[in-house]
């Protein structure tokens, strides 16, 4: 079936270094898409989203990527600092219904 | 902000008994509210979608008679885990979608739930 996943399970970052957390989805029919940071024992929090109509959205020491050609979307954290240890998930939607389907999640570790 | 809170955060309780979770939007009116569970190192999986003053539409493989969602109004959701059993220990995590147009959903803290 179609899901959203990940290429990459964890990843290790040294402090200051920029970090790249990719996620490929295979439902052509999505049109928005959202990354989300879980801290252990807590909600996912909202990080940044991005459309099907656009190629790139930067916010706050975050960039939020889509391919839709390759159905690649990545988030790139610069500067990463310990606080962005978490679990980093993608999600997508197609449907009206606004239902999020999220890929399997990337655990990020901050070295300093 | 878009603040969502949920309570208990934790609980414990028997297997058999039957444990009520709380899912308030405490500053937007949520006319949307999604119910998720999520085991340990796993990805967050959907349960079942609430609309205020309607009936909750479940995911396939949900259990409606098992997990009652109720949504008395703009700022609550509840759902009740009917009937607990160990299998049911998971980390319930619930989300409001903020407007009728916006597609961004806001989540709560979540609620761990053990069943003795």
């Known amino acids: 079936g179609e899901s959203v996943g990940l290429h990459l399970p964890t990843l290790s970052v040294q402090e200051g270094d920029n970090s790249i957390i990719n996620c490929a989805y295979s439902?052509?029919?999505?049109?928005?898409f959202i990354w989300y940071k879980q801290e252990s024992g807590k909600g996912p929090q909202f990080i940044i989203d991005i459309r099907s109509n656009m190629d790139k959205r930067q916010g706050q020491r975050v960039t939020v990527l889509l391919n839709k050609t390759v159905k690649h979307l990545s988030l790139q954290i610069a500067a990463t600092q310990p606080g962005d240890s978490a679990v980093y998930f993608c999600a997508e939607t197609a449907d009206n219904d606004y239902k999020l389907s999220f890929g399997a999640g990337t655990t990020v570790t901050v070295r300093a | 902000g878009a603040v969502v809170s949920q309570h208990p955060s934790r609980v414990i309780c028997k297997s058999g008994t039957s444990v009520k979770i709380e899912c308030r939007s405490l500053d937007f009116q949520a006319t949307t509210m999604f119910w998720y569970r999520q085991f340990p190192k796993q990805s967050l999986m959907l349960m079942a979608t609430s609309n205020e003053g309607s009936k909750a539409t479940y995911e396939q493989g949900v259990e409606k008679d098992k997990f009652l969602i109720n949504h008395a109004s703009l700022t609550l959701s509840t759902l009740t885990v009917t009937s607990a059993h160990p299998e049911d220990s998971s980390f319930y995590i619930c989300?409001?979608?903020?407007?009728?147009?916006?597609?961004?959903?806001?989540f709560g803290p979540g609620t761990r739930l053990l069943v003795l």
């Open positions: 989300s409001a979608r903020k407007g009728v147009a916006q597609e961004t959903q806001y």
């Open positions: 439902n052509s029919a999505s049109d928005y």
